[in-house]
């Protein structure tokens, strides 16, 4: 080897060691396809304008910092995701992967509760490439809230879920006790209404919708047993 390529080596190895690899985060490794994969779920087909959103694991053991474990769950292990979908026919539209504080800390409107940003981040990315309104949402007591359904409102989104009566914003009359097979309602100006109900045990609906009323239905006694 001569002088000159002996310069050139030393250089290229100060050069290496000079240089200083990008920060990694969790999901880094694969946040490029699953980005692509989310945005071709909306390419050939429009979901609504019945939706819902939800949780759910995709299944897999590989060792990655944000591999989910849920031992109460039929897919115990694997990645997290929160999931926009078509309310008749379940096609996921829209998806975001939990990577823990990392998706917290990108998500928009940071004033608001977790729970309402993802929602508001999965209806944004399918607002984007179907515009329109007069979508209907169905959530769990997990998202419903009376702050996500003054936020979505807005965009003329309509909302039904149950809900739990120590969200945030929700009328203390909500909390008060009912006796069995009793029904209250509490509505909040033109925004939405609560409804709460007893049977075996208290629970609550909250919707934005007009077109509410109660069904009586008869259980099975397969049913019956189960709640036993």
Same mark, same amino acid.
């Given at each position: 080897?001569?002088?000159? *390529?002996?310069? +050139?080596?030393?250089?290229?190895?100060r050069r290496l060691k000079s240089g200083r690899?990008?920060?990694s985060t969790r999901g880094s490794e694969i946040?490029?396809?699953?980005?692509? $994969? *989310?945005?071709?779920?909306?390419?050939?087909?429009?979901?609504?304008? %019945?939706?819902?959103?939800?949780? &759910?694991?995709?299944?897999?053991?590989?060792?990655?910092?944000?591999?989910?474990?849920?031992? /109460?769950?039929?897919?115990?292990?694997?990645?997290? $995701?929160? !999931?926009?979908?078509?309310?008749?026919?379940?096609?996921?539209? !829209?998806?975001?992967?939990?990577?823990?504080?990392?998706?917290?800390?990108?998500? &928009?409107?940071?004033?608001?509760?977790?729970?309402?940003? $993802?929602?508001? @981040?999965?209806?944004?990315?399918? @607002?984007?490439?179907?515009?329109?309104?007069?979508?209907?949402? +169905?959530?769990?007591?997990?998202?419903?809230?009376?702050?996500?359904?003054?936020?979505? $409102? +807005?965009?003329?989104?309509?909302?039904?879920?149950?809900?739990?009566?120590?969200? %945030? /914003?929700? &009328? @203390? @009359?909500?909390k008060k006790k009912l006796n069995k097979s009793?029904?209250?309602?509490?509505?909040?100006?033109?925004?939405?209404?609560?409804?709460?109900?007893?049977? %075996?045990?208290?629970? !609550?609906?909250?919707?934005?919708?007009?077109?509410?009323?109660?069904?009586?239905?008869? %259980?099975? /006694? /397969?049913?019956? &047993? *189960?709640?036993?």
């Open positions: 080897m001569g002088e000159g *390529d002996r310069r +050139r080596v030393e250089g290229d190895r690899r990008q920060p946040g490029d396809v699953l980005q692509y $994969i *989310d945005a071709k779920c909306r390419e050939h087909f429009r979901a609504g304008p %019945k939706i819902c959103i939800d949780e &759910s694991t995709v299944g897999f053991k590989d060792s990655v910092s944000f591999r989910s474990y849920y031992p /109460q769950k039929s897919t115990k292990s694997g990645m997290h $995701i929160y !999931a926009l979908a078509d309310y008749q026919t379940g096609y996921i539209s !829209a998806f975001e992967p939990c990577y823990g504080s990392t998706t917290t800390d990108s998500l &928009s409107c940071p004033e608001l509760p977790f729970t309402c940003q $993802i929602v508001l @981040q999965l209806l944004q990315k399918v @607002q984007q490439d179907t515009p329109g309104s007069g979508y209907y949402l +169905r959530t769990d007591r997990f998202y419903t809230s009376p702050m996500l359904a003054e936020e979505i $409102i +807005r965009q003329k989104i309509l909302l039904t879920g149950p809900v739990m009566p120590n969200r %945030k /914003q929700m &009328s @203390q @009359q909500v009793e029904v209250a309602v509490y509505r909040k100006g033109d925004s939405y209404m609560v409804l709460p109900w007893r049977d %075996k045990r208290q629970v !609550a609906m909250l919707t934005s919708a007009d077109n509410v009323s109660m069904k009586e239905v008869t %259980k099975t /006694q /397969q049913e019956e &047993s *189960d709640d036993e």
